[in-house]
């Protein structure tokens, strides 16, 4: 449920000083305001669209504010001196034609540092008009909010001194040479055993001197990162269980989002992670608009280690509980909304957003171009894709694509009750292939429910080999998947949502019961039986083809156990499937368990050198593949062949729990590099053109000598 917040602090105009003259937009053909109550519309609503800059423009002394709120009546610009003001500077102005409300200042702004918008229009359930309150820009490139889940916000009028990117560009790389780390960016670095000095920020994550953060991804032979929301967002959510609040909120006992995908401003970096950031309830964050920089900084240094920076992006709906200003500038416009001018939720996230609504498409595409020009980010996973009408997915595609052609569109390939990975894969997108990670971990780790994959010794959901043939071979639509090209595969087995990895396995095994209380440190040190899948899934996912993404904590089996707080959670000391609000040991990586586990680790870092040395094992040629007899259902054998086509690195999974696999290998000799104990370049013994033997529940990687 979405809540209307009409309880922030009213603004009261002051008229300017003779100091600032002010103007309509000298090329607009300007429509005088209307009376509130009276629709402005010239035309059809969503007819309506411009392509005038939106947002704060200069041009030598000239500054120009445009907000695109078509049934609004009046609007003004309101200009403040400090963040704490309660009243600013009201400056009316003029509405063009296409709905485009703008003013124009002939004088240099440096008096003012903050500004918003005072918007009033028809008052109908299908708008949210509320000439109380000032909402700040939605192109705004940074903003200072004051922490309280409706999050008062004004934009900040930062300098318009170029950032100094040297030499630095975008990565230019294949998709299918992608080994992505999925991480958040407060998880790598805030708990005490990252060793990090400024732990939880921008500038934490790339401190070189620590355990975790920038030196884990490097040392991993990761080479792209990317992070969960960074965009502005709602943090603090609606306080637990207060009767006087305007949703009773009985099921977040944290009253927090810590992941982030409640996106309020989609071209300024969150300042939660900035030097001037604060997570405090009543505290001001970002008051001098730290964060743009310090996140230009923190991509820079990524760069210098050849690390892409991928950045996960929400455009399928926004902040549920604040004063997002979409919903206040034209919510019938931006939003999809019922038959009585309500919020529709499909996305579960309290509205959905109108992608198909011109200006709305509009803001998404510059909104990705701003990240890519601004802030040289390299790709994009879009939340809930299949919620981003069709249209607005192929704008997408080709406007980042003229900024760089090697720019990497990933998308979720559900929401709102959709399922469209083959639609994407035809818009040229890429997609996380979640038939990848079921048939090789399960869907559902619950014993009872008999929903466990590969490793488990099951072929799931009733799957053939050949099913899992064509998972290893990019899943393309020839072979009844997905895609059009084999690097449009995102093969994982763990993301941000659901159990991790090594839960799942423990779930799995009910060597942890659904709902079992346990100690983290009883449960952290993988057992041998769960080292031995984490090896064969491993060993499956970096030889499939197609880009690669690894969750941060997946290469040691982390355990998600819910942390004691004195939030009153009931379920603290259970394994965690959904720890979106967990600001705390729930989620922050424990550095520690990856020593315990390190053999887990060096296996993954073996797996990931051997990928990114083998380029036959980054082939994303369609039909490349040529797959060995293994006569057994449950093992499945590959060889990949050279420029020469002579078969240069074979590949044997074996998911029988008890049953030896004996290949026979194509003609030559050939050198282990990976197999039930260890995986490295440099070798593990050699084999013939005899068959050999792949114990069970493990796999093994040979390569031609």
């Not at 355990?211 to 040392?219: L, M, N, T, V």
């Not at 997002?324 to 999809?336: G, S, T």
């Not at 971990?441 to 043939?469: C, E, S, V």
């Amino acid at each position: 449920m979405t809540i209307q917040h009409t309880g922030v602090a009213a603004i009261v105009g002051i008229s300017l000083a003779a100091l600032i003259a002010c103007q309509p937009a000298p090329s607009s053909q300007s429509i005088a305001a209307s009376q509130p109550g009276v629709s402005p519309l010239t035309k059809p609503l969503y007819q309506l669209q411009s392509d005038k800059p939106m947002g704060l423009t200069r041009q030598g002394e000239l500054a120009t504010f445009r907000v695109f709120a078509p049934n609004a009546t009046q609007v003004s610009l309101v200009l403040f001196q400090n963040h704490q003001d309660k009243s600013g500077n009201d400056i009316p102005m003029q509405r063009d034609e296409d709905g485009v409300w703008e003013v124009v200042m002939n004088h240099p702004l440096d008096a003012w540092k903050f500004y918003g918008y005072r918007l009033d229009g028809p008052k109908t359930t299908a708008n949210s008009y509320d000439p109380k309150l000032v909402v700040a820009d939605p192109y705004s490139p940074a903003v200072v909010r004051l922490n309280h889940y409706t999050y008062p916000t004004k934009s900040i009028i930062l300098d318009d001194k170029p950032y100094d990117w040297g030499s630095d560009t975008w990565i230019q790389r294949s998709w299918e040479d992608y080994i992505i780390q999925e991480a958040h960016l407060k998880d790598l670095t805030a708990d005490n055993t990252s060793n990090c000095q400024a732990p939880g920020t921008y500038q934490g994550v790339t401190e070189e001197n620590q355990q975790g953060g920038i030196h884990f991804i490097e040392s991993l032979g990761y080479n792209a990162v990317e992070f969960l929301p960074l965009q502005e967002f709602g943090f603090l959510e609606v306080d637990y269980k207060n009767p006087d609040a305007p949703v009773f909120n009985d099921w977040n006992p944290y009253a927090r989002n810590h992941w982030g995908y409640m996106t309020s401003f989609f071209f300024a970096p969150s300042s939660r992670y900035a030097s001037d950031g604060s997570e405090i309830n009543g505290e001001y964050t970002g008051t001098t608009g730290k964060a743009v920089t310090e996140m230009k900084d923190m991509v820079k240094a990524f760069h210098k280690k050849g690390i892409a920076v991928i950045l996960d992006v929400v455009y399928n709906h926004v902040s549920q509980y604040d004063a997002n200003p979409l919903k206040y500038i034209d919510k019938q416009y931006y939003f999809r909304l019922d038959e009585k001018g309500d919020f529709l939720s499909k996305s579960g996230c309290g509205n959905d957003l109108r992608t198909e609504s011109p200006m709305a498409r509009r803001l998404i595409v510059e909104s990705i171009l701003y990240w890519m020009q601004e802030y040289h980010i390299d790709g994009f996973r879009f939340d809930l894709a299949a919620m981003i009408d069709m249209e607005t997915v192929r704008e997408i595609t080709k406007a980042a694509r003229l900024v760089n052609p090697d720019v990497i569109l990933i998308g979720e390939p559900w929401g709102g009750g959709g399922y469209n990975p083959r639609e994407l894969a035809e818009a040229g997108w890429a997609s996380w292939n979640d038939d990848f990670r079921n048939a090789i971990k399960g869907r559902n780790p619950n014993p009872a429910n008999h929903d466990t994959g590969f490793i488990f010794g099951n072929l799931w959901d009733k799957h053939t080999l050949k099913y899992y043939q064509s998972l290893m071979s990019g899943y393309t639509q020839d072979q009844g998947g997905h895609y059009v090209k084999p690097n449009q595969s995102v093969n994982y087995l763990e993301s941000h949502d659901d159990n991790t990895m090594g839960d799942f396995i423990r779930l799995g095994l009910g060597n942890v019961g659904i709902d079992e209380m346990v100690q983290r440190q009883a449960v952290a040190e993988l057992s041998r039986q769960q080292i031995q899948m984490q090896k064969l899934a491993a060993v499956a996912l970096l030889t499939s083809q197609g880009p690669v993404m690894i969750h941060e904590g997946q290469t040691w089996g982390r355990a998600k156990v819910i942390a004691s707080t004195p939030a009153d959670d009931p379920h603290a000391g259970q394994l965690d499937h959904n720890s979106y609000n967990k600001d705390n040991e729930t989620n922050w990586l424990n550095w520690n368990e990856a020593s315990v586990n390190h053999e887990l680790v060096d296996y993954y870092r073996g797996l990931i050198a051997i990928r990114s040395a083998i380029a036959p094992l980054r082939n994303a040629t369609k039909g490349v593949r040529q797959f060995l007899p293994t006569g057994n259902d449950l093992s499945l054998a590959f060889m990949i062949p050279d420029e020469n086509k002579k078969a240069s690195v074979v590949v044997v999974l074996n998911g029988n729990t008890d049953q030896t696999a004996k290949i026979k290998l194509p003609e030559g000799k050939w050198l282990i590099v990976a197999n039930e104990k260890r995986a490295t370049l440099q070798g593990l013994g050699t084999a013939s053109s005899e068959s050999i033997s792949v114990p069970a529940q493990s796999g093994q990687v040979l390569i031609r000598q």
